[in-house]
């Protein structure tokens, strides 16, 4: 099913109102922008911020220079991944606008650059957007969206075998993995029992364990230096 530009950006204005997204972003008609490719649209205005960017997004929060967010999602024929798109990015943005209010953050790019914020927030932007498309077919095979689920992340690992990767890039792919996993097992009431190879070492299965128990950004918040102890050592980040 194909749908135009006009009809992403109403679905995504309604999407806004649905679900209460928390921003301070007067003109959001203005503020959500279909575009064919994300780093050219962002290249043009913003050639360092781009930089930073692969070519490859379907969706991004830009922080402006005038210190405001914007919303850009990729236009394609896959309407699904168009829809979880616009979920994902929309809780990036209510997720940054709370958790500035909380610790008093008021520079957007200093929101998305903070690592803590921003890994934590990739998991719950993949599990509400997981959730989301969950509910467009209520008839999944879940056992099996969950097994193809971990065997993509234990594959991932294994491709990393032997090779120079980034251990913040490990770390990002599989939070990411995460919330896809605790999104199926609950919206489908299946079980959290992944392979023991689902889970890589100790360091990561106590990064399971804390996503697990903070799906909810507040309880997040809460414990949010309690993230940073954990992600400063599976990274092996020496502690300021």
């Not at 606008?97 to 953050?105: A, D, L, N, S």
């Not at 008839?139 to 913040?168: F, H, R, W």
Request: contains cysteine.
């Amino acid at each position: 099913m194909e749908i135009s530009k006009a009809g992403i950006k109403a679905h995504t204005l309604i999407t806004v109102q649905e679900r209460n997204i928390q921003s301070d972003i007067q003109d959001w008609n203005n503020s959500i922008l279909i575009v064919d490719n994300i780093y050219e649209a962002i290249n043009k205005i913003d050639s360092d911020y781009a930089k930073m960017l692969s070519g490859k997004e379907f969706g991004l929060v830009y922080p402006t220079i005038n210190n405001q967010f914007e919303v850009y999602i990729k236009y394609g024929n896959d309407l699904v991944n168009m829809i979880s798109t616009t979920h994902h990015e929309l809780t990036h943005i209510d997720d940054f606008t709370i958790i500035g209010e909380k610790f008093g953050i008021k520079n957007k790019r200093e929101l998305t650059e903070n690592d803590y914020i921003r890994l934590w927030s990739e998991f719950h932007a993949t599990y509400i957007s997981m959730t989301e498309i969950l509910k467009y077919n209520e008839k999944y095979d879940y056992p099996a969206i969950k097994k193809e689920t971990t065997d993509k992340l234990i594959n991932y690992y294994n491709s990393c075998t032997g090779k120079m990767v980034k251990q913040q890039d490990v770390f990002d792919t599989t939070v990411r993995n995460y919330g896809n996993f605790f999104a199926i097992c609950d919206y489908g009431k299946t079980k959290d029992n992944p392979p023991p190879e689902y889970i890589r070492g100790f360091n990561y299965f106590a990064v399971y364990a804390f996503l697990n128990q903070h799906k909810d950004i507040y309880k997040f918040i809460d414990d949010y230096n309690t993230w940073k102890v954990l992600v400063n050592r599976t990274l092996r980040i020496k502690s300021k």
